[in-house]
């Protein structure tokens, strides 16, 4: 069988090889990976632009040398479509997205996978979630959290997967005296050891979408 050319697209600048590194053991063999960012060749005073204004939803992403910076939800909204679509011309089969946001975009002429829908479906149609843990990387995302996954409860924490935060045993208490039913590690920065260390401390499943994308790739070949 001939290898099969998917896309990986990060609303930061590509390669991201802090995800890429643990998605590439978890899909198919032929499977052949392509990367692009939505401010790959923009001049810091170009990224300067899409970083967040007053009362603008953030975003947290990764530049190229590993540093982080915040983007506005609002500004990257309006350039990711076409960002998307340009991908086509690669020849690439599918894209999944690097970002859990819910991106609400009109339809794609090929398949575009976004974390979020797969998430967003295990939490309300397979597991049913009324309680859910949901841990976000900035202050500015928590009030959007339950509104986010449609859920009855939304027990929120802060952790950047890029930088100093709550320990994850403090975080697992807390879960734990909320009773949550299910937790998502609400970003694409954190990894396999952030949920081993968390499914350590808690006995429900933990959600962690960059497994969750692959997977989903995967079914699509």
């Known amino acids: 069988m001939g290898s099969i050319k998917v896309g990986f697209f990060t609303i930061g600048q590509s390669p991201r090889e802090d995800v890429i590194s643990e998605i590439r053991p978890l899909l198919l063999p032929q499977i052949e990976i392509y990367e692009e ?131 994850w045993e403090e975080i697992a208490q807390k879960f734990t005296q909320e009773k949550v039913e299910a937790v998502v590690l609400d970003c694409m920065g954190f990894r396999m050891q952030d949920k081993q260390q968390l499914q350590n401390l808690l006995p429900c499943p933990i959600l962690l979408p960059r497994a969750i994308l692959a997977q989903a790739i995967n079914q699509l070949f």
Request: proline residues 7%; negative net charge.
């Open 37 to 167: 960012g939505l401010l790959d060749g923009l001049p810091p005073e170009g990224i300067d632009l899409l970083k967040p204004g007053l009362g603008e939803i953030p975003l947290i992403t990764r530049l190229r040398d590993g540093s982080q910076v915040l983007l506005s939800e609002e500004k990257v909204s309006s350039l990711i479509h076409e960002a998307l679509d340009n991908m086509r011309k690669t020849d690439i089969r599918a894209t999944g997205v690097l970002c859990t946001h819910d991106f609400q975009l009109p339809r794609l002429s090929y398949p575009v996978i976004f974390p979020h829908d797969y998430i967003h479906f295990l939490i309300t149609r397979a597991f049913r979630i009324n309680s859910l843990g949901v841990v976000v990387p900035l202050e500015g995302q928590v009030e959007i959290a339950r509104k986010k996954w449609e859920v009855e409860i939304a027990v929120t924490e802060v952790k950047s997967p890029y930088g100093e935060g709550k320990e």
